[in-house]
């Protein structure tokens, strides 16, 4: 079959990946995926290792609220930014949290609990590899990302955590990053579907 693409993920498994299989089990969102998109998703997920029937990532359309153009993103979870980092034969370890205002006092604080009478301010993340006397550090301002949808409105401070830590990765590690985006990342467009950010939580 001249569509299929056959490749090893970074998780081990054997993938499979035809266009049929990417429009029916992969794709979401409001608007077909353009062909040219499907093989470059498929291309995507083959360089990067990128299991989607697993999870890894999965392709999502939507309308420019601006443009009215349809876009195509590669979205993946924040499980394969986790384990990429881990095979970097250089990595070290993370940090990652929230920012609150307490009683006016800035407050940096391990994990994202939120205690009640606090201001969720943002979300940082530190990067330690061996190449660096200092981790690499994110910081991220909840205003820019929160949309007050979906698990936004429910786990503000669980989402903003996530977009720090992928940041940090992102920034320590770009060539095995390139491309990809979480959904915490991405706008909330007319066509997106309201539960895309449970898919990569």
């Not at 394969?80 to 070290?92: E, F, H, S």
């Not at 949808?149 to 992928?166: C, E, G, N, Q, Y």
């Not at 990765?169 to 309201?194: F, H, I, K, N, T």
Request: charged share 25%.
């Amino acid at each position: 079959m001249a569509d299929l693409v056959r490749y090893t993920a970074t998780d081990g498994q054997e993938v499979e990946l035809t266009p049929e299989v990417v429009v029916s089990l992969i794709a979401s969102g409001g608007s077909d995926p353009d062909p040219r998109n499907v093989a470059m998703f498929i291309a995507k997920c083959a360089a990067r290792g990128l299991n989607p029937l697993a999870g890894d990532a999965y392709m999502t359309t939507y309308k420019s609220k601006t443009t009215g153009r349809v876009t195509t993103s590669v979205v993946v979870s924040k499980d394969y930014y986790m384990r990429t980092a881990t095979q970097q034969p250089t990595y070290r370890g993370l940090r990652a949290g929230i920012a609150v205002n307490n009683g006016g006092n800035l407050i940096y604080r391990d994990g994202s609990m939120l205690i009640a009478g606090e201001q969720l301010l943002g979300g940082w993340a530190e990067v330690s590899d061996e190449r660096w006397n200092h981790p690499l550090r994110a910081e991220v301002s909840i205003d820019e990302y929160n949309t007050g949808k979906s698990l936004w409105a429910d786990k503000p401070a669980t989402m903003i955590r996530k977009v720090a830590l992928v940041q940090a990765l992102r920034e320590a590690y770009p060539m095995a990053y390139a491309g990809v985006y979480d959904a915490s990342e991405m706008p909330e467009p007319e066509a997106r579907p309201q539960d895309i950010d449970s898919i990569v939580e």
